[in-house]
């Protein structure tokens, strides 16, 4: 018998939902486990290949804060998933918080953010975009009260970044390594 899940207990609903699973083992061994539940996410690495930059955003972070991480840092745009397919949500979101219109989006992955703790899968994705694609200014108050500002920055510097390791996002770090080695030919000399 494969473990099962034998009961759930809500403990918070909000933003997310934190449940405590009843686990019961193969061998008949009953487990606690804390399940933080709020379902499927996306996060997309908008670059512009003719200029060699890449957007990023920052916003306050009080989970990092409170872990004794600064209040914010730059990450790519994500968001969790509403009702539609991970690609439209993906081209919603970036809009949303940078306001560049995408086309066509690079599947990189689709992963299990912290599979010990956490229900959340996210699509990750790398778009192309050029000058034309801004549409709206993007930044400031973004649909659910966050204040976003928008970080246009050389593909160089973010390689310089990765290095010292000063991008502290995972699905940040995640999604630039994938550009690196998808489109080595951007990081290459002039």
Same mark, same amino acid.
């Given at each position: 018998?494969?473990?099962?899940?034998?009961?759930?207990?809500?403990?918070?609903?909000?933003?997310?939902?934190?449940?405590v699973a009843e686990v019961?083992?193969?061998d008949g061994t009953r487990l606690t486990r804390e399940i933080e539940d709020h379902g499927r996410a996306v996060a997309v690495l908008p670059y512009d290949p003719e200029?060699?930059?890449?957007?990023?955003?920052?916003?306050?972070?009080?989970?990092?804060l409170y872990a004794g991480?600064?209040?914010?840092?730059?990450?790519?745009?994500?968001?969790l998933l509403d009702e539609g397919a991970p690609e439209d949500e993906a081209r919603r979101e970036v809009r949303e918080e940078t306001?560049?219109?995408? @086309?066509?989006?690079?599947?990189?992955?689709?992963a299990?953010?912290?599979?010990?703790?956490?229900?959340?899968?996210?699509?990750l994705f790398l778009a192309?975009?050029?000058?034309?694609?801004?549409?709206?200014?993007?930044?400031?108050?973004?649909?659910? @009260?966050?204040?976003?500002?928008?970080?246009e920055i050389p593909l160089a510097e973010l390689a310089a970044m990765a290095e010292r390791g000063a991008l502290v996002d995972m699905k940040t770090l995640l999604l630039f390594f994938a550009l690196q080695l998808r489109r080595p030919d951007l990081f290459a000399g002039p």
């Open positions: 018998m494969a473990p099962q899940i034998g009961g759930l207990r809500l403990v918070h609903e909000g933003w997310a939902r934190f449940l019961l083992q193969a200029r060699r930059v890449a957007i990023l955003v920052s916003q306050f972070r009080a989970p990092v991480g600064p209040p914010s840092h730059m990450e790519v745009p994500a968001g306001g560049l219109r995408l @086309g066509r989006l690079d599947a990189v992955a689709s299990w953010t912290m599979p010990g703790l956490s229900t959340e899968r996210m699509d192309a975009y050029g000058a034309s694609d801004r549409v709206e200014t993007g930044g400031g108050l973004a649909t659910e @009260g966050e204040v976003l500002a928008v970080h």
